[in-house]
């Protein structure tokens, strides 16, 4: 294959401009459509990851007939004696349904003894403010309610529990905090009507993460009530979720692949008589049947080259650019808290590559029998 | 049956070239009944124009193949971070009783590809289509084996089970354990890389002689030779780690994805090996015995590198 080779394959495309530009576009479409929704799906997926880093590493919950119910405080001693363990913390957490904006709050309470979450949450307890600190998310609903400097909480036995709001925190990763509300462990026992003698689940900090297995099996031999979770359950249910949706979306999309089959190869099968005698004349040349298949794959090849490229990049464009308006809603989901979270760039050379062989094949392939019939033409019948 | 995007788009790419296939297969069995050099009927010139179509498919099949083999690979890399218990594409591949027979059966099926294609250009160097009939026969047997790996590869995926725990690779190919590969694993490591270092000299040797059947049959020996070497004897000094013997674990980024490089090295080069006792005598470029030579070269300089290497580094031999 020479450059002669290429130029002349391009001259064929351009005098059927109209005809190959209709197919380019149909297969541009295409391959933005599923590089669109992989890159989202890869994004969404980097930004859980990167705050899975940051999570305990083990999770012990305690349920009775498969619910879960708060645990008793006396475990945390007897977690914290296993060896390896460095510590193991009470958590106070759950739901608060806001019936007037229809919404669920997730509150987490805090213990506030324990410095050193991050900075700036360091800095709202500095201020000495008794409150809470809300996302983004429960900030924005709250003034939609004209509750501008506090909440009204109602706990379980009816009466208002008034909590002043003292901050929100940053948005950074607003995927998963948009919706919490943070307040002191106490304010949380009285919201939730929790006695003292319980919390909502156990975390667990082991020094060496080679141990979490087996230290995650002795929890559970020790209390065969619990569900332990560790840090690594957690990241391949995330990685499952993701699979899934992606994989489920180009599963759906076969259809469309298939649709596309069927087009390019009708749209090739139909080899004008003006594209007849322009082979036939190659053929009375001299040119054998594999030189004119050479050609033509040459041609198909070009278009599979430019529209995957120029695909994949206006994919990059329409998710980080535009953030992908409508598509990005497949994948979050929808709520009223929905978190307004920037997605975060991935280039992933692997990622590329499925895209490559989800859609490059299919076109070849669908050029194969257009392509052999178009180059057996008899240049004697053709010509006359 | 899981859905992630990679397998699906190894199913699609599968059920792809076998739809073309079928076409191919549809001419094979034409060609088989029909074909006559001599004779002149129509039907004889269709069927000469349709050998061009099942070649063209077989060709583009093969170029579809040959980069979907290592997507497959990636693919079982990427579900190790899903399945329990694999670290690696190790125990993906033995998750269930398929996946190890799917795997050997795809690489059998690139070589035999690779081996119709160079006789297919004998055949297209003939004035008188003197091997069509024989490459049309021997496409059937590619046909069968293909189908088969399709329904191996249905089997396989339809099995996953991805709640399951599955090894890892630091239990599959332990000593101790009584994995297939058990009884290659009790031979001491330092014979393994005698044989496969005696194998490479024996190839040098071959290609000196000009011995293409004797070159032909060593590289045929010499694929499963250095798989076995790659895993008892190199991955140690790759990974820096005496316990760890894996094939799969140098396709990851920790060792900078030369697992990917090594294996393309090896197929190459022995595919290119078995395939020039195939080359006909009397094509205008006959195939020099150094272009296998020099993948093979390649290969071991790099395995051998890491051996080094790790020496220069620590003053210690591991095995």
Known sequence: ?384 | MFFTPEIVISLLIDTLSLLLLAIAFVVAVRILLWFDYGSDTSRQYALERQSYLASTIVAFVLAVKIPAIFYFIYTLDRLSLVIPGAMCAAGVVTANEYGVWLFMLKIVNIYLFGLWLVLHIADLHTSNYHYTRAKFAFFLLIFILVLLEFVLELLYFGHLDISQVVSCCGTLFNRAAHSPLALVAAIDPKVIAGAFYALYAALLIAALAKKEWLFSLLSLLFLPAATVALIFFFSPYIYELPTHHCPFCILQPEYHYIGYLLYALLFIGTFLGIASAFWPKWMKKPLNLWIPFGFDTLFVGIVSFYVLYYYYQNHVWLL
Do not use: C
């Open chain 1, 1 to 384: 294959m020479n450059l002669k080779m290429l130029a002349f394959a391009l001259s064929f495309l351009r005098r059927r401009l109209w005809k190959n530009l209709a197919v380019f576009f149909v297969f541009w479409a295409l391959i933005f459509l599923v590089s669109s929704a992989f890159l989202i799906a890869a994004s969404i997926k980097k930004e859980l990851f990167a705050t899975l880093e940051e999570l305990p590493q083990i999770f012990v919950q305690r349920t009775i007939a498969g619910r879960l119910l708060p645990s008793p405080v006396a475990r945390i001693e007897k977690i914290e004696q296993i060896e390896g363990v460095e510590a193991a913390y009470g958590r106070v957490w759950g739901y608060y349904y806001f019936p007037a904006a229809g919404v669920n709050f997730s509150i987490v309470g805090l213990d506030m003894d324990m410095a050193g979450f991050t900075p700036w949450m360091d800095e709202i307890l500095a201020s000495g403010k008794e409150g809470m600190v809300v996302g983004e998310g429960v900030k924005r609903v709250l003034l939609s309610h004209y509750y501008k400097e506090y909440f009204n909480f109602i706990t379980p036995s009816g009466d208002f529990l008034k909590v002043p709001l003292v901050g929100a925190f940053p948005a950074h990763t607003e995927l998963e905090s948009s919706d919490t509300i943070l307040l002191p462990m106490q304010t949380a026992r009285k919201i939730f009507g929790m006695p003292q003698d319980q919390v909502s689940d156990i975390t667990v900090r082991v020094n060496n993460p080679k141990e979490i297995a087996t230290i995650a099996a002795k929890i559970r031999v020790l209390y065969p009530d619990s569900r332990v979770l560790t840090r690594f359950d957690i990241n391949a249910a995330y990685q499952n979720v993701f699979d899934y949706k992606s994989g489920l979306f180009l599963a759906l999309m076969l259809g469309a692949f298939f649709a596309f089959f069927i087009l390019v190869f009708e749209k090739m099968s139909s080899v004008g008589k003006e594209e007849r005698r322009e082979i036939a004349i190659l053929k009375a040349l001299g040119w054998r049947i594999g030189d004119v298949l050479r050609l033509k794959f040459l041609e198909s090849s070009l278009i599979a080259i430019f529209a995957y490229g120029l695909g994949v990049v206006g994919a990059y464009f329409f998710v980080y650019s535009m953030q992908a308006p409508l598509l990005r809603n497949l994948f979050t989901g929808f709520s009223v808290l929905k978190p307004r979270f920037e997605l975060i760039p991935v280039l992933d050379i692997g990622l590329l590559l499925s895209i490559f062989f989800a859609t490059v094949p299919l076109y070849l392939a669908a050029t194969i029998v257009p392509t052999w019939r178009s180059s057996v033409i008899d240049p004697e019948e053709a010509l006359r």
